[in-house]
């Protein structure tokens, strides 16, 4: 049968997907891995919202909900956007609740991209996903390279030279993956600036707003003066409540259009989230936020940790993240390469055959990511320990 080219052909399968089997691999046959690749939180959700789970369970809510989600849900989520990130959401109905925050990157790329090639301007390196999802909704991706002399953050004059007729939105996410950046005021200030002069929209993917070190503080751009016409937000309850497998995340904007077209999109792609953990966010978000606490507390333990052994390094400059759960690293000039190469991946293969430690080759996340490594610490402590050990014996 002949077949043209699909634009799902030019979607790769994903290259730390790749790590990941290789580590699972090696682990069937015995090997001992560090599982330093991937940023899945170890914890398990807190207990109020698993009690909350098995309450719907028990209460026969397994049936189709709204496919908007289902309205306690969508009213924590307005109240939550108003108290915490002071987002002026205008109400549960400007609210939308997703299959995680990739599904609501896809919807609102797809809601924004309105002719083919419609630019839209991403952080480089950026969350290989998001790039991904742009390309899959029919956009053009447009890098903007973050600038490591300014502790890896976007700068509004690079974004505003990228800026050209075709342009739509401006993608942000702080705390960033991969290289753990965090994003200023006068920076979403600067960008909310260039939003406005150009009448753009800005797609602010916050999933790890409550992982924050340091003292730090989350500020979404969204509660700017002047943005709440302006900014598409989204979050997840994946990194603030562990609740990664149970795939519940949210977009919220003040724009009917865009609300109904997502809206359409929800209903063609997933018909609503699961029933059950529906009511389980309901309790994250309304209930006691002790855990997500904690969680952030020894993920800035995990950080210090894993950043003593990376110092001790010749051939990795590691960059301190000041939030999500990852230390970027550049490789030095000075790294004579794994079997004949000096890439992120050769660097990646190198710590898995010496001591079978996993890593995100910066290849995988934009052009401005070659040359790097991502580690992440979102895996047990141990294996943290366990790695900041190996790390200074390995010749690197």
């Avoid at 991969?178 to 929209?201: F, K, M, N, Q, S």
């Avoid at 939030?323 to 794994?338: E, K, N």
Wanted: net charge neutral.
């Amino acid at each position: 049968m002949r077949r043209q080219k699909s634009l799902i052909d030019e979607i790769p399968l994903g290259g730390i997907v790749s790590v990941r089997d290789r580590l699972l691999e090696m682990q069937a046959k015995g090997h001992p891995i560090l599982r330093l690749e991937s940023g899945d939180p170890s914890f398990d959700i807190p207990p109020h919202v698993r009690e909350a789970i098995e309450k719907a369970l028990r209460d026969g809510q397994t049936h189709y909900t709204a496919g908007a989600g289902i309205p306690p849900l969508r009213r924590a989520i307005a109240d939550k956007l108003r108290r915490d990130n002071r987002i002026a959401i205008d109400g549960p109905e400007r609210v939308l609740v997703t299959n995680g925050a990739m599904h609501a990157l896809y919807i609102a790329f797809r809601a924004l991209v309105e002719q083919p090639g419609d630019e839209i301007i991403v952080p480089d390196p950026t969350w290989t996903e998001t790039a991904d999802n742009v390309r899959l909704a029919g956009g053009a991706v447009v890098r903007c390279r973050l600038d490591p002399a300014r502790a890896w953050s976007l700068v509004p004059e690079r974004i505003e030279a990228l800026v050209t007729p075709r342009t739509r939105a401006i993608v942000l996410n702080t705390p960033h993956n991969p290289t753990g950046a965090v994003l200023d005021r006068p920076t979403l200030e600067g960008i909310l600036a260039v939003a406005e002069r150009h009448d753009l929209w800005v797609v602010s993917d916050e999933a790890y707003e409550t992982v924050l070190f340091d003292g730090r503080e989350h500020l979404s751009i969204g509660s700017l003066p002047g943005a709440e016409r302006r900014v598409v937000s989204i979050f997840s309850m994946s990194k603030s409540y562990a609740m990664s497998g149970l795939r519940v995340g949210y977009v919220a904007v003040n724009d009917d259009l865009l609300i109904e077209r997502m809206a359409k999109l929800l209903r063609c792609t997933i018909n609503g989230v699961n029933s059950a953990t529906q009511h389980g966010a309901v309790a994250a978000l309304d209930g006691p936020q002790e855990a997500t606490r904690e969680m952030t507390r020894v993920y800035q333990q995990r950080r210090d940790v894993l950043m003593a052994g990376l110092r001790q390094l010749r051939h990795l400059e590691a960059f301190t993240p000041q939030g999500a759960f990852y230390v970027w690293a550049r490789i030095a000039d000075s790294w004579p390469g794994h079997d004949g190469q000096r890439d992120g991946w050769a660097m990646t293969h190198s710590l898995i055959d010496q001591a079978g430690i996993g890593s995100a080759p910066g290849e995988v996340f934009g052009p401005a990511g070659a040359g790097h490594l991502r580690f992440a610490f979102s895996c047990s402590t141990e294996q943290i320990e366990r790695a900041a050990a190996l790390l200074p014996g390995l010749g690197l």
